[in-house]
T-cell receptor, first 109, second 117 residues
Framework: RKEVEQDPGPFNVPEGATVAFNCTYS??????FFWYRQDCRKEPKLLMS???SGNEDGRFTAQLNRASQYISLLIRDSKLSDSATYLC??????????FGAGTTVTVRA | GAVVSQHPSWVICKSGTSVKIECRSL??????MFWYRQFPKQSLMLMAT?????????EQGVEKDKFLINHASLTLSTLTVTSAHPEDSSFYIC?????????????FGQGTRLTVV
């Protein structure tokens, strides 16, 4: 079983729509959780960290459910520039990052 | 944010040759850097942890004699793909965390797209 699993999508949504997707992780000892964004043929960049209480950054909301071992990301009022692959990233105490394969989101005009 | 520079951005080489990829932390010191490989439509897979002044720690299934890692200074780690073959064609990317040991944001190099022909 993969350490981090994501729905690959793609999620094709119109501008202004809300899109949400999840990620599950297998290691219950995981300590830190992140969403990274990766554009085609580019390096990943941190979108947001995910905190136990859930957190919001502008149009992006992240939730963590430790009991069920999943993380979610919700994007409100989608923009064309939100089109990217979103990587779920999990880390344990050894500071190694485990990446999901990514969820592709395409926002159309 | 912190800057990690990776060079080259892309390289095409003949089968059997070796390719060196450099990863530099430009505005911070990194005792630890990480090397990943990403195949199309797949996740980043950690290949090895590069430790300044000591041997790299390789993940299971990664051949240490094929993927040579040298971390000679606090700002530079190199990955050499030796005797490259077409199946080594991939996107190689390094990362470092300026706040070592705090499990916060990792900063990535721009990645190197290797094509072996």
């Amino acid at each position: 079983r993969k350490e981090v699993e994501q729905d690959p999508g793609p999620f094709n949504v119109p501008e202004g729509a809300t899109v949400a997707f999840n990620c599950t992780y297998s290691n219950s000892a995981s300590q830190s959780f992140f969403w990274y964004r990766q554009d085609c043929r580019k390096e990943p960049k941190l979108l947001m960290s995910v905190y136990s209480s859930g957190n919001e950054d502008g149009r992006f909301t992240a939730q963590l459910n430790r009991a069920s071992q999943y993380i979610s990301l919700l994007i409100r009022d989608s923009k064309l520039s939100d089109s990217a692959t979103y990587l779920c990233v999990v880390s344990t105490n050894d500071y190694k990052l485990s990446f999901g394969a990514g969820t592709t989101v395409t926002v159309r005009a | 944010g912190a800057v990690v520079s990776q060079h080259p951005s892309w390289v095409i080489c003949k089968s059997g040759t070796s390719v060196k990829i450099e990863c530099r932390s430009l505005d911070f010191q990194a005792t630890t850097m990480f090397w990943y490989r990403q195949f199309p439509k797949q996740s980043l897979m950690l290949m090895a942890t590069s430790n300044e002044g000591s041997k790299a720690t390789y993940e299971q299934g990664v051949e240490k004699d094929k993927f040579l890692i040298n971390h000679a200074s606090l700002t530079l780690s190199t990955l050499t793909v030796t005797s490259a073959h077409p199946e080594d064609s991939s996107f190689y990317i390094c990362s470092a965390d300026p706040l070592q040991g705090t499990n916060t944001e990792a900063f990535f190099g721009q990645g190197t797209r290797l094509t072996v022909v």
